[in-house]
């Protein structure tokens, strides 16, 4: 089982927020259908062969993971889908098909007005001058001191800009953009009451959005954005891809949650002719995945206390060629000045042991019998998982002290209460030539 726990601190000054999941009661009719299929399939397989063995019917639950700070007595009230039950099938229509992923610890804010990219483009660390209609992209909400208050995804419509991002720092986020309007034209909204979100990751995730939009085609490059129609509802769909395959961000009205994604699950009907290969995914299979293809999340590998150069997706959130924006000395001195005092690196055990999230990183240090023990510790694993893609081999992100984060260099994790020898490597453990096709 892949090792992170999605759960965070809250922004200053903001309580933990109790979000609901109004997919919970269609998740549970899945898995009893699920169920259904498998007894029906027993009993078909008996009919045909009675003198065979019986194969018992082997049911998973339905999982849930706590997500969210804690409030003051130690509680945390929400909760997301850690596995339909069947892990590897899910991983599998994650690599093979499609995944169909339910977030509500989403947020989604929409900012209007006529000198709205103009404001964001003083904030933010991207550039956003061209973020035209149609165009989706990543970027840092940073405080004066140059830490990261927000990880965004921007979405220009035309009509409005969304802006998706974790449901906790939505409030925090509002208040302290808002904090810096004057007499701009610009109005920024959280209406997460009024939209929900939904994502689809896989090679077949394009196909399986054409099928429920009652289409041919439907073809989206990454960073790119259009509205389409499900369910005879608008729909915002947007490019960003997380597990080395496609990935469709979905902006849809909360009131018809589950028509949409009743539309979407009924893709499997010409896609996997009905074998499920379109199916429900939770933490666990994508948690694999996102490792696997080197993509660290906000809140899970990095968080509000680091700066954009120790977080691993500098170069995907921050443009050094665009003017000032909030925080914008202290990463423009970082960039050519100095170095972080730590970084986001992959990490390769050499044994099969699975280091934990929050296992320790030491230096190498080899005893003369050949004995590896404890070095200097020098930083801690932040994410960890079993590779399917690798053979089974444990893969890591952890977060280290910069010296000592050069690509190639041996350090030692703890795993299992043993020591292990480990390598630094890129981020990205996808096997060379990969394709999700």
């Given at each position: 089982m892949s090792d992170s726990i999605p759960t965070q601190s809250s922004p200053p000054n903001d309580p933990p927020v109790e979000f609901e999941a109004p997919l919970w009661e269609r998740h549970l009719a899945y898995q009893r259908d699920v169920i259904e299929e498998r007894k029906q399939a027993v009993a078909e397989a008996a009919a045909e062969r009675p003198d065979a063995e019986s194969t018992p019917i082997r049911a998973g639950d339905l999982e849930t993971l706590p997500y969210g700070p804690p409030d003051d007595s130690g509680h945390i009230s929400g909760e997301i889908i850690a596995t339909f039950g069947e892990v590897e099938s899910e991983y599998a229509s994650l690599r093979r098909a499609a995944g169909l992923m339910d977030y509500p610890q989403r947020a989604t804010l929409r900012i209007t007005g006529s000198e709205r990219r103009d404001f964001l483009n003083r904030m933010l660390t991207n550039e956003l001058k061209d973020?035209?209609?149609?165009?989706?992209?990543?970027?840092?909400?940073?405080?004066?001191?140059?830490?990261?208050?927000?990880?965004?995804?921007?979405?220009?419509?035309?009509?409005?800009?969304?802006?998706?991002?974790?449901?906790?720092?939505?409030?925090?986020?509002?208040?302290?953009?808002?904090?810096?309007?004057?007499?701009?034209?610009?109005?920024?909204?959280?209406?997460?009451?009024?939209?929900?979100?939904?994502?689809?990751?896989?090679?077949?995730?394009?196909?399986?959005?054409?099928?429920?939009?009652?289409?041919?085609?439907?073809?989206?490059?990454?960073?790119?954005?259009?509205?389409?129609?499900?369910?005879?509802?608008?729909?915002?769909?947007?490019?960003?891809?997380?597990?080395?395959?496609?990935?469709?961000?979905?902006?849809?009205?909360?009131?018809?949650?589950?028509?949409?994604?009743?539309?979407?699950?009924?893709?499997?009907?010409?896609?996997?002719?009905?074998?499920?290969?379109?199916?429900?995914?939770g933490w666990f299979a994508y948690n694999i995945a996102r490792i696997e293809a080197g993509t660290p999340l906000f809140n899970v590998d990095f968080g509000s206390t680091n700066l954009p150069h120790e977080s691993g997706v500098l170069r995907e959130r921050v443009s050094f060629t665009k003017g000032c924006y909030l925080g914008q000395e202290v990463v423009a001195r970082m960039e050519s000045l100095g170095q972080p005092k730590q970084k986001l690196i992959g990490l390769k055990p050499e044994g099969q042991n699975l280091p934990i999230a929050g296992a320790q990183v030491f230096t190498l240090q080899q005893e003369e019998d050949g004995r590896i023990v404890m070095g200097e510790p020098i930083g801690a694993v932040t994410s960890s998982t079993p590779s399917p893609l690798r053979g089974g081999e444990p893969i890591c992100f952890a977060m280290v002290r910069t010296r000592h984060a050069k690509i190639g260099n041996m350090l030692t994790v703890s795993a299992d209460g043993e020591m292990d020898r480990a390598t630094v490597t890129d981020l990205s453990f996808l096997p060379e030539g990969f394709s999700d096709a």
């Open positions: 973020l035209d209609a149609g165009v989706c992209r990543r970027s840092f909400w940073l405080n004066r001191k140059g830490r990261i208050d927000a990880d965004l995804l921007l979405v220009e419509t035309g009509e409005a800009l969304f802006v998706d991002l974790d449901i906790h720092h939505a409030t925090h986020t509002v208040k302290t953009l808002d904090d810096f309007l004057f007499a701009e034209d610009v109005a920024i909204r959280n209406v997460t009451d009024e939209f929900y979100r939904i994502v689809l990751h896989g090679p077949k995730a394009l196909l399986a959005i054409a099928s429920a939009a009652g289409a041919t085609d439907f073809q989206l490059a990454p960073g790119e954005a259009k509205t389409i129609t499900i369910a005879d509802q608008p729909v915002i769909a947007a490019r960003a891809d997380e597990i080395g395959a496609p990935g469709v961000h979905l902006f849809l009205p909360r009131a018809h949650v589950e028509r949409i994604w009743n539309a979407l699950l009924a893709s499997d009907q010409p896609i996997g002719q009905g074998k499920r290969r379109v199916r429900p995914v």
